[in-house]
């Protein structure tokens, strides 16, 4: 079974500048999550898809980071107008559901650095 | 507010020592899971294993080892008789109602041959 997919594995971008990232979860998942673990902590949840409808974006700033999952599959995740603090690796997973408990499986990230 | 807590933040042995890495939360759920995940250089997060709060059983599968007491919100993971492969960070995770993770910062796990 193939895992979750995401690209590119690495980006270098200038502050202010735009990026995008995206992510191929497990098939059949329903669920999809992005965190964003900055150097030194644990992976922080960005938002939570059920399908194509957003459960949580919560902790995503909302005023240059967007995301979505148009057709319930894949997901992309943009930030526009990238800072310096946005760098980070930015992990896509997916689980089967929304129930509690269930495992969430990880993608390999994206390292964003911005300079 | 639920939180994690790794107090350890980096840990060095020789292989073949055994080791274990410390994991403390903090909930108002009586229903919760617990979870630990290895990530290794390559940077993808493994799943290692699930915990329900109802499952007080410590659990073993080959080297790994866990020990799970809620009468001090403890989650700890033993690796006995490590091996260099199991050089990688380690992060403890809460998950409540929802479906969302609350992380650890991780411990780095050193094993030298």
Request: no cysteine.
């Given at each position: 079974e193939a895992g979750v997919a995401q690209s590119p594995r690495y980006k270098i971008i200038e502050k202010r500048q735009s990026v995008a990232f995206w992510c191929n979860p497990i098939s059949g998942h329903a669920t999809l999550y992005w965190y964003q673990q900055i150097l030194g902590q644990g992976p922080k949840l960005l938002i939570q898809f059920q399908n194509n409808g957003v459960?949580?974006?919560?902790?995503?700033?909302k005023d240059r980071f967007s995301a979505e999952r148009l057709k319930g599959v894949d997901s992309t995740l943009k930030i526009?107008?990238?800072?310096?603090?946005?760098?980070a690796v930015y992990l896509c997973a997916s689980s089967p559901?929304?129930?509690?408990k269930n495992i969430q499986y990880f993608g390999a990230g994206t390292r964003l650095s911005v300079l | 507010a639920q939180k994690v807590t790794q107090a350890q933040t980096e840990i060095s042995v020789v292989e073949k020592e055994d080791v274990t890495l410390d994991c403390v939360y903090e909930t108002r759920d009586t229903t919760y899971y617990l979870f630990w995940y290895k990530q290794p250089p390559s940077g993808e997060l493994v799943f290692l294993i699930r915990r329900n709060s109802f499952d007080e059983q410590n659990e073993i599968s080959g080297r790994y080892s866990w020990n799970f007491q809620k009468s001090t919100s403890s989650f700890n993971f033993t690796i006995t008789?490590?091996?260099?492969?199991?050089?990688a960070v380690y992060f403890c995770a809460l998950m409540e109602y929802g479906n969302k993770l609350v992380f650890g910062a991780g411990t780095i796990l050193r094993v030298k041959s």
């Open positions: 459960v949580d974006d919560s902790q995503l700033p526009q107008p990238a800072k310096l603090e946005d760098s559901s929304t129930v509690a | 008789a490590s091996q260099v492969v199991d050089s």
